[in-house]
């Protein structure tokens, strides 16, 4: 079921146990824009059989928030003019050689080109596997790209981000509402968890400067204003009392200039700005 959070915009949840991002849509009074993929043709054509209920304007375009594939690799299926910033669009070309046979997954997961997992749902939700190649995008940008859908405009922005270099947000004026793909979130780099620490704070400037009341995160689905202030007021907190690669420390320096312990959030925080610390040390 696809949820709608205005007239103009809908969005399908997030299914963590099968490894889906959310998924959005925007129609305006010409076309549609889809706002990510899917991790597979499964899911790409199960949001499309979604879209094609509500009676909107056709899928025009598709926009991948970044190149991770559980975002793009249901992105044959739309048909549509796909926008990609470039950076995202090296690392896709890397994926646009690739097969999908046994063999080569195989191959691809033993050198860690590709996540166990991720060898899963392609071999359970991709047919046609063995002849399987990823399209390439039809429109790249450097820093920001404007579309207008027909009385509905979207203004798509490559930010700094703590989870990867290449993170686009899409911000719809008239509804007041920003998808974000993953760009709010760390990263694994070496099994270690860590959040980029010297892009948190240019990160929360490149979001904080539109005017939005909602926000749609890759695997949260949706946070209103108050949620995502309060998430970044959690993350500043815990990565100004993180100055080295030591917890305890971090701990310490926390309750000192806060006056309390951290909460849950605050402590997995703190863990992952030192987890960057060891990281960069
Ligand atoms: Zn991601």
């Known amino acids: 079921m696809l949820n709608q959070l205005s007239n103009s915009i809908y969005y399908l ?3 963590n146990e ?3 991002p959310t998924l959005g849509l925007v129609c305006g009074e010409k076309y549609s824009l889809v706002i990510d993929a899917g991790n597979s043709v499964q899911h790409a054509k199960e949001f499309l059989q979604e879209i094609e209920a509500l009676n909107v304007p056709p899928v025009k ?6 190149a991770h594939w559980d975002h793009f690799l249901g992105m044959n299926e739309y048909g549509a003019t796909i926008i990609v910033n470039s950076l995202t669009n090296q690392m896709l070309n890397e994926w646009r050689g690739y097969s999908f046979d046994d063999a080569s997954l195989k191959k691809y997961v033993d050198s860690n080109k590709i996540a166990p997992l991720c060898m899963e749902i392609i071999k359970n939700e991709i047919t046609n596997r063995n002849s399987f190649k990823l399209t390439s995008a039809d429109i790249i940008f450097e820093k920001s790209l404007t579309i207008d859908l027909g009385g509905k405009v979207c203004v798509l922005e490559k930010i700094k981000s703590t989870h990867t270099d290449d993170s686009t947000i899409i911000y ?4 007041k ?5 993953d760009s709010a979130y ?6 270690l968890f860590h959040y980029k620490q010297s892009l948190l704070l240019p990160m929360i400037e490149d979001i904080q400067k539109y005017d939005a009341d909602h926000f749609l995160l890759g695997h949260e689905s949706i946070c209103d204003k108050d949620e995502m202030d309060l998430y970044w007021k959690e993350l500043i907190s815990a990565s100004t009392a993180t100055e080295s690669t030591s917890l305890e420390m971090a701990l310490k320096c926390f309750e000192r200039e806060n006056n309390r312990s951290a909460n849950d959030n605050e402590r997995f925080f703190i863990k992952a700005f030192v987890n960057d610390q060891i990281i960069n040390s």
């Open 13 to 15: 949840s997030n299914l």
């Open 186 to 191: 760390g990263t694994t780099t070496n099994s």
């Open 177 to 181: 509402v920003v998808f974000l793909g």
């Open 18 to 20: 099968k490894e889906r």
């Open 61 to 66: 375009y598709l926009v991948i928030t970044h």
């Open 172 to 175: 719809i004026p008239d509804e």
